[in-house]
């Protein structure tokens, strides 16, 4: 229970700092309006209407494709880095015995590289798949042309649908090759095959617990944005802006800990799958 905390915080901590890295830019950018000069501040942005919110958005329109060109880079730099943590939380639930602060974080650092592979090769895996799936779906849209009205549309629509769910299905596996990474120590092409392996041993299991952690995760977030908005922070309550900072910590810790029951649920595959193979 101790370590499940640790790996949570530990996500949960990750999260936070990427998301703060993420919104200083635009945070930055949506100040440089002079929106703060207004009495009401940046309450403005949450009234109804929307009116200022899209006299911002307006104005910084030109400036969004330099400030996102220019962040590209750092934004890499970033999402490599998050794989120490990542490697982290792996590690908090794989280790049979707890080790020492160097210890743990030098065992950390030397699954960085396979860890990176895995998430390198499976984002590519996943934007050839969509683009296929793109370019089936015209071929069959173009194909039906002349078919009933619906039909094209349904068709173009059912390819992406595919794409999606076999992309996502990629994301599955990538996960349990990082359990085969935490627990086996191997290399990224080894953790690779262990990971499809596993998948393809207990599909419907695998895809059944990320599914469900998933919907989980989605629910807090949906959960999080309706109470965001019954709360208005467009009302000058300073209570209200402390309870949506409330909500938002608490779906980011909730999402957290989903993630590590999903890390929990790949381990108990990938030791399934090992000891099926040891027996075997």
């Not at 330099?66 to 990542?86: E, M």
């Not at 000058?236 to 590590?260: F, K, M, S, T």
Request: aromatic share 6%.
């Amino acid at each position: 229970m101790k370590r499940y905390a640790l790996a949570v915080g530990l996500d949960y901590a990750a999260r936070g700092a990427a998301s703060l890295f993420v919104t200083l830019p635009v945070i930055s950018a949506v100040a440089a309006t002079g929106i703060g000069r207004f009495p009401e501040g940046d309450r403005l942005l949450f009234e109804p209407g929307a009116l200022m919110l899209s006299e911002v958005a307006r104005l910084l329109q030109p400036s969004l494709s330099p400030l996102l060109t220019a962040s590209f880079p750092l934004l890499l730099l970033f999402a490599a880095l998050l794989h120490l943590p990542l490697a982290g939380t792996l590690g908090l639930l794989a280790l049979p015995e707890p080790l020492g602060p160097a210890g743990f974080w030098g065992r950390a650092l030397a699954r960085v590289p396979a860890l990176l592979l895995l998430s390198g090769l499976t984002l590519l895996g996943q934007v050839l798949v969509v683009i296929l799936a793109g370019a089936l779906g015209n071929q069959l849209r173009d194909s039906l042309a002349n078919a009933t009205p619906w039909v094209p549309d349904a068709a173009f629509f059912g390819a992406l649908v595919l794409g999606v769910l076999v992309a996502l299905a990629l994301g599955v596996a990538r996960d349990l090759a990082r359990a085969a990474v935490a627990v086996r120590a191997c290399d990224g092409k080894s953790a690779l095959v262990a990971g499809l392996e596993t998948f393809r041993a207990r599909p419907l299991r695998a895809l059944g617990m990320a599914a469900l952690c998933a919907s989980g995760a989605l629910s807090l977030v949906a959960a999080a944005a309706l109470a965001t908005g019954k709360l208005d922070v467009s009302k000058p309550e300073g209570y209200r802006l402390l309870l949506v900072v409330l909500v938002h910590q608490l779906c980011l810790a909730g999402v957290a800990a989903l993630r590590v029951c999903w890390f929990e649920a790949a381990f108990a595959l990938e030791r399934s799958s090992r000891s099926q193979d040891s027996a075997a």
